[in-house]
């Protein structure tokens, strides 16, 4: 029987596993700067946590699930994001009453969503993601949404674009439910069973429909953005000044909804505008979430964050045709030439690793000529060779490989030089 990788997933290879490394390190990196602490969330939830705060009307809900019953008889669910798993953590650790508020935190890991596969969708893919509870402050929102931004720049990646919009508070949010219940009720029974069901229970999945995508009724339906109160509209103008002075660009786009219930005022995407990128073309999502503290238990603490997928930012340096490919070499390659030479190669190996240089020699029993190809491959940046003679003397050769220069030193004077 031939096993093979679940569809939808991947395995991540030692020649592509750097990068992943590298994203986490750049995006760990600036949350350091920005002030924001790792939180670390266990795999699985409780179901009832994602169908309270995602939505029970929501795709994620319906038909994109992993759940599962446990021995104990309780419904699991492998987390399809991080956002949930990160407030139920907050409210459950008390981190409102934590005397630094918003409470600041990122996480990274594996997201499960049962998906239909397609280029740059998985049903297991990798999010770096970032919540900030406790504060309605707008220049917060700028924060998180500079944050993201940057984690891309520093990437390399230049072709990018911000789309923004307001969902408004729940107020505009009720106004604009009656106003879609309104629009489609007449009409409803043209419409897939799946809108049928939301139009009472969440009109606004309705435009999300894949089904229906080109029903006249879509284009036609009544817009958020005429439904914003004037408190919504003014802490949305608030969080665009805050972006204006952060240098951000965006384009504003009322049509932009998230897939997810959670989400109220801010919302936004960062898409890759390269050409060579597919259909999908969202490389981050994130939003504004006030009450979703409460909806799960606890006490009030609005909050903002985003996730992105590394996944999908790989491909996109890729498509922008920037991937990067200068995989770290190796410092030091050891040659060594009979068993003496050997002994002391292998010595001085641990010599060098504990010095923090990157080396390695040879395990296989390879002539010298096929150890030096090794090093070739491996991009030594120095060859360090013993042999006999080497051993009696107490010396290697050392060999700068860029400089193509090689000469004798004794080992006490090698790390000075490698340094
Ligand atoms: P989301 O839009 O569902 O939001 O996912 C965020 C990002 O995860 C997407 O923009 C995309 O890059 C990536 N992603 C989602 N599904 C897949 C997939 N099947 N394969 C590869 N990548 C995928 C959330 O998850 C929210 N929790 C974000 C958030 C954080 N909002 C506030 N805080």
Redesign the pocket.
């Known amino acids: 029987m031939n096993f093979k990788v679940p569809r939808?997933t991947q395995d991540i290879l030692p020649d592509a596993s750097w990068k992943w490394q590298r994203i986490e390190k750049i995006a760990r990196s600036i949350c350091d700067v920005y002030n924001y602490k790792e939180i670390r969330t266990p795999i699985f939830e409780q179901t009832e946590l994602f169908q309270r705060t995602v939505g029970d009307t929501t795709d994620?809900v319906q038909k994109e699930m992993y759940t599962f019953t446990d021995r104990g008889d309780r419904s699991m669910t492998l987390r399809?994001?991080?956002?949930?798993p990160?407030v139920r953590s907050f409210v459950e650790n008390k981190m409102f009453g934590y005397a630094d508020q918003p409470v600041k935190l990122y996480y990274t890991g594996p997201?499960f969503?049962y998906?239909r596969q397609q280029a740059?969708?998985?049903?297991q893919?990798v999010?770096f993601?970032?919540?900030a509870i406790g504060s309605d402050d707008p220049a917060i929102d700028a924060e998180v949404i500079e944050l993201a931004m940057t984690i891309y720049k520093r990437s390399g990646l230049s072709d990018v674009k911000l789309v923004l919009n307001s969902l408004g508070d729940k107020e505009s949010r009720t106004a604009h439910r009656d106003a879609l219940v309104a629009h489609f009720s007449p009409n409803i029974e043209e419409f897939c069973s799946d809108c049928q069901n939301r139009l009472e229970k969440n009109p606004l999945r309705i435009l999300d429909c894949k089904v229906d995508r080109e029903h006249p009724l879509m284009k036609a339906a009544p817009s958020l953005a005429d439904f914003l109160n004037e408190e919504s509209s003014a802490y949305f103008e608030k969080v665009k000044h805050y972006l204006d002075l952060a240098g951000i660009e965006y384009e504003y786009d009322p049509n932009l909804v998230?897939?997810?219930d959670?989400?109220n005022h801010t919302a936004f995407?960062?898409m890759s505008t390269s050409k060579g990128f597919g259909a999908i073309t969202?490389?981050?999502?994130?939003?504004?979430?006030n009450g979703l503290t409460e909806e799960i238990g606890g006490p009030a603490a609005p909050?903002?964050?985003?996730?992105?997928?590394i996944?999908?930012l790989l491909l996109a340096l890729e498509a922008e045709d920037k991937a990067w490919t200068d995989e770290p070499s190796l410092d030091v390659y050891l040659v060594t030439l009979g068993d003496q030479a050997r002994a002391k190669g292998f010595e001085l190996l641990g010599k060098l690793r504990e010095n923090g240089l990157r080396s390695e020699m040879d395990y296989m029993n390879r002539k010298i000529k096929a150890q030096m190809k090794s090093a070739d491959r491996l991009q030594a940046n120095y060859v360090v060779v013993i042999g006999e003679e080497e051993v009696l003397e107490n010396v290697v050769q050392l060999k700068d490989m860029t400089a193509g220069q090689q000469k004798k030193v004794s080992i006490d004077e090698l790390f000075d030089e490698l340094k």
């Open positions: 939808g994620i399809p994001e991080g956002t949930a990160v997201m969503r998906e740059g969708r998985y049903r893919f999010q993601g970032v919540e998230r897939g997810l959670y989400y995407e960062i969202t490389l981050c999502g994130g939003g504004r979430y909050g903002i964050g985003f996730a992105l997928s996944e999908r």
